[in-house]
Nanobody, 115 residues
Framework: QVQLVESGGGLVQAGGSLRLSCTAS????????MGWYRQVAGKQRELVAD???????NYADSVKGRFTISRDSTKNPLYLQMNSLKPEDTAVYYC?????????WGQGTQVTVSS
């Protein structure tokens, strides 16, 4: 079992920045993938950015050049640095991890960008 806890969400004006954190606990030694996803009410959850155990990163086209996914040397916590935020980035952001083939999700953190 893996537990994920996100933090760092909030209200920010367009053009501002936020940094999300995701702290994993439990059987974290089996984690080989982590990512950030977001969801707007009534829409499907979508990938924002992810990182493999080897450090390869991937970003949604809508956030390339503005968001950066990273982690420290211990691979925990996972971060999402969000710069130049836009109103369309408003969503609940979720941390995801895959360990031994099973997916785990955090409870989500709300990000609201005002125009």
């Amino acid at each position: 079992q893996v537990q994920l806890v996100e933090s760092g969400g909030g209200l920010v004006q367009a053009g501002g920045s936020l940094r999300l954190s995701c702290t994993a606990s439990g059987s974290i030694f089996g984690i080989n993938y982590m990512g950030w996803y977001r969801q707007v009410a009534g829409k499907q959850r979508e990938l924002v950015a992810d990182i493999t155990s080897g450090g390869r990163t991937n970003y949604a086209d809508s956030v390339k050049g503005r968001f950066t996914i990273s982690r420290d040397s211990t691979k925990n916590p996972l971060y999402l640095q969000m710069n130049s935020l836009k109103p369309e980035d408003t969503a609940v952001y979720y941390c995801n991890a895959i360990s031994f083939g099973r997916a785990y999700w955090g409870q989500g953190t709300q990000v609201t960008v005002s125009s």
